[in-house]
């Protein structure tokens, strides 16, 4: 998302990022990977909940969400979820959907 962020950003879509890291993990985590949009931490999980990025407790990774996307248009309406399993070519997806509901 990071490498393809002037693509997003022309068109008209705006790229936010949720963990469960503390606020202070992620300002050093964004700087580190010069992330250029925001990330918000959801440490009680809250977020991660209502969107299923919570794992199931006995999974080994049950301190981190799932890595999920979500397409959302201007309304607020989720017009398409990821599961991100190809991090490398998930954003160009995200940007082949985001030109197709555009148009």
Excluded: W
Aim: include cysteine.
């Amino acid at each position: 998302m990071r490498d393809k962020s002037e693509e997003f950003a022309a068109a008209s879509c705006e790229v936010v990022g949720i963990s469960f890291d503390t606020p202070e993990d992620n300002s050093e985590f964004r700087t580190k990977q010069e992330f250029p949009f925001t990330l918000l931490s959801d440490e009680d999980k809250s977020i991660g909940a209502t969107y299923h990025a919570v794992r199931d407790p006995d999974d080994n990774y049950a301190n981190f969400p799932k890595r999920i996307s979500y397409l959302i248009d201007p309304e607020g309406t989720i017009q398409k979820a990821y599961e991100v399993s190809d991090p490398a070519g998930h954003a160009a997806a995200v940007l082949a959907d985001l030109a197709a509901f555009q148009r």
